[in-house]
T-cell receptor, first 116, second 111 residues
Framework: GAVVSQHPSWVICKSGTSVKIECRSL??????MFWYRQFPKQSLMLMAT?????????EQGVEKDKFLINHASLTLSTLTVTSAHPEDSSFYIC????????????FGPGTRLTVT | GESVGLHLPTLSVQEGDNSIINCAYS??????FIWYKQESGKGPQFIID?????DKRQGQRVTVLLNKTVKHLSLQIAATQPGDSAVYFC??????????FGTGTRLQVFP
């Protein structure tokens, strides 16, 4: 149980284009989803927290107009990287919480974004 | 803040030996701690967790120790196997749902 999927697993796009990454909780309803970014040989850095039906809360330094997050249902959150540039190339990982009282987050497999 | 290190600390152990991976956390108010294993190109995988009202918790081949006095967390892996090779992260949770990840340690197991 508690499986989180991401699509696509990898994507290559040209500079200036937008890319959408999906995060789905397959067998549970996620009250909250989180988006992380991980550069090579570095740790996971939280980008934003997303609650179903409300606006995402972004971490300091993360541009909300560049990284659009939509959490339209209890099983799906999307991250859209708008006007992507090579410096946006990274590993994007989502996680989901099962319920309000739960501490544990379940992580997706990640999406490798390469901007050329 | 951002992790600035480009070279992960590495722990090399021989197959069958015990491994100890250490982590210093930052927030004395954190009440929940987790160890994750991340293999190359994959998302983090939950290993074991501990709440701040405990100082030790054991799982299958793994033990987590928490020392709140010095804000230190450790992960012990018994009889380390080649499949344990990965990067290990500790994470702490404070008074919000957010997890703050440590810088990570690469575990290399050689025969």
């Amino acid at each position: 149980g508690a499986v989180v999927s991401q699509h696509p697993s990898w994507v290559i796009c040209k500079s200036g284009t937008s890319v959408k990454i999906e995060c789905r909780s397959l067998d549970f309803q996620a009250t909250t989803m989180f988006w992380y970014r991980q550069f090579p040989k570095q740790s996971l850095m939280l980008m934003a927290t997303s609650n179903e039906g409300s606006k995402a809360t972004y971490e300091q330094g993360v541009e909300k107009d560049k990284f659009l997050i939509n959490h339209a249902s209890l099983t799906l959150s999307t991250l859209t990287v708008t006007s992507a540039h090579p410096e946006d190339s990274s590993f994007y990982i989502c996680s989901a919480k099962t319920q309000v009282t739960s501490y544990e987050q379940y992580f997706g497999p990640g999406t490798r974004l390469t901007v050329t | 803040g951002e992790s600035v290190g480009l070279h992960l600390p590495t722990l090399s152990v021989q197959e069958g030996d015990n491994s100890i991976i250490n982590c210093a956390y930052s927030n004395s108010a954190s009440d929940y701690f987790i160890w994750y294993k991340q293999e190359s190109g994959k998302g983090p995988q939950f290993i074991i967790d501990i709440r701040s009202n405990m100082d030790k918790r054991q799982g299958q081949r793994v033990t987590v120790l928490l020392n709140k006095t010095v804000k230190h967390l450790s992960l012990q892996i018994a009889a380390t196997q080649p499949g344990d090779s990965a990067v290990y992260f500790c994470a702490e949770k404070g008074d919000t749902d957010k997890l703050i990840f440590g810088t990570g340690t690469r575990l290399q197991v050689f025969p």
